[in-house]
């Protein structure tokens, strides 16, 4: 993890699944003194993966940046802008900010880099950039800032991708292309030319058969 | 491993493939006192990575359930029901049950996930499911019971993937989708709806080009 | 890494992006002792990766076959055939040739098999063939000499991958499959069937939605 030790206490900003897997990851990394945050009336349960849940009002008293490192850990609503919103907040109010991020992986704040991402050598993830685990960033291949890379995506070498864009599960972007910023490359959809900013890329789901399984390995048997 | 200490005997039925990789990881994970068994007269020959072969009507007096725990490395032959059945006749014969994966993926038995299997936090695999390296399951997602996963399958997170069913290499479910039991879903395949039971997906091959290789990267130098 | 000790000299030829992987793959694997070549007026730069150039006119002054080992670090040009015919030309002078591999993975010459690759049970990489991090090796599959299986892409079991051929960035081979000499396996591109050799496959990529992403979250809140 880049950032403070692990003895120091970690705030963790988010209520759902995304700071579940941002609170076992810290853990496995061995922090164990965390705080989860969430905005006023966002608190659908009284604890999270164990832990006690504060609201975003009372921050100053329970987890004040004079003691507490902090993390935003939410999806990418709003195209990544939700989190970057947070982010901001959290260091206007004196926060310094980490990443969840095996160590040689990211030195980027706010990064969330799967233990079980790929991230090939000269490769660079931008601060606040999700990478899920299955996905793969290619040699040399740089990951603008508030980026989502999906599970299962692939990015070839030499590649960029600009801030705010999103790669949904399978995406494919082959090598020495660059992608504008807030981009959005659906779930398995191959990418072979620069893509200007904005772009919005989305595969086609495959078809469904008009035979049942059941008669499919009767005629096709596995 | 889940299930007995690395010294009690384990009992893999099975001789093809499937069998060849179980018995490769469980020796890696440090057990070293397998004993192979086929059904009556499918020993196509007398040892599999030099272990001795024994044919079912012999378990007993070879390894009986009294020393054996037992473990079925087959395929997904009749969709994964043949490997469900001899499963069950090993159950009823009074053997425990073992899986061959990493500890902290999995509880389950008789379920094989690769050393190279991504299983995302949260995520549950059901038993007698198999999950190959290079695929990736999603934060939160369950598979089913008696599913086999193959390799580079990504399923995003907070998915549930139905008892029984059949993903090819490489297969895509997009987050939040409900896979019914019984379903196929094809090589490359992509799913960004849930899906009733028994659905068969399969997706195109890719065309072949009129050039040949040669004349190719004349035209298109690599 | 298979073959010399740390402590012998390693001769790199090449002076791109894909040397610098090999530099950093053999740094990590302990591997200090490192000299880099290029053809007769193609050193770019004085250095790479802090490593001095030399020139391949100037191979006996400065990394004999005597005291070095070599490795060739290039990529696909001319369907592999560049690297090929540098491995040759190393190989008449005498050189002794190692892989940059992860000691399990591989006892070819020349190969790079990147550490995160995915190479199953029984499966084999032939010399001179790369494998990228991200990309699976089913078990049982056979990758030929001088291939180039880019990353993220995934070959199921019991495949045989023909020598000198191509598969693109997150391709797919189910198993079984037979891939002649020299194909060149778009990224993408899914092949459920044998290919003779020179076979081309390119899928589609995928088509650009009219919308921009910021009309496309309006519509389609993420």
Redesign the interface.
């Known amino acids: 993890m880049k950032g403070p030790s692990r003895s120091r206490p970690i705030l963790v900003f988010g209520g759902g699944?995304i700071a579940?897997?941002a609170i076992?990851?810290l853990r496995q990394g061995g922090h164990e003194n965390l705080t989860v945050c969430v905005d006023k009336g966002y608190a659908a349960s009284s604890r999270i993966q164990g832990l006690p849940i504060i609201e975003w009002d009372n921050l100053a008293n329970h987890a004040s940046p004079l003691t507490h490192a902090a993390f935003v850990a939410v999806g990418?609503?709003?195209?990544n802008r939700f989190r970057k919103d947070k982010l901001s907040a959290l260091q206007s109010l004196g926060y310094s900010i980490i990443s969840v991020t095996p160590d040689e992986k990211c030195s980027a704040e706010n990064a969330l880099v799967?233990k079980?991402a790929?991230v090939?050598?000269?490769a660079r993830i931008g601060s606040n950039s999700f990478v899920?685990?299955?996905a793969?960033v290619?040699?040399?291949t740089e990951i603008g800032e508030n980026c989502w890379i999906?599970?299962?995506a692939?990015?070839?070498?030499?590649c960029h991708i600009g801030d705010f864009s999103?790669l949904?599960?399978?995406a494919?972007?082959?090598?020495e292309v660059n992608i504008g910023a807030?981009?959005?490359i659906?779930?398995?959809?191959?990418?072979?030319?620069d893509?200007p900013a904005?772009?919005?890329?989305?595969?086609?789901?495959?078809?469904?058969?008009k035979?049942?399984?059941?008669d499919?390995?009767t005629l096709f048997?596995?």
Not at 186 to 193: C, D, E, N, S
């Open positions: 699944v579940e897997v076992e990851e990418y609503q709003n195209l799967a079980e790929i090939q050598v000269g899920w685990g299955g793969t290619g040699h040399h999906s599970s299962g692939t990015i070839a070498g030499n999103f949904g599960v399978g494919i972007v082959t090598h807030d981009c959005i659906g779930a398995g959809a191959i990418v072979t030319r893509l904005g772009t919005v890329v989305v595969s086609k789901p495959s078809t469904i058969s035979m049942n399984s059941t499919f390995i048997p596995i």
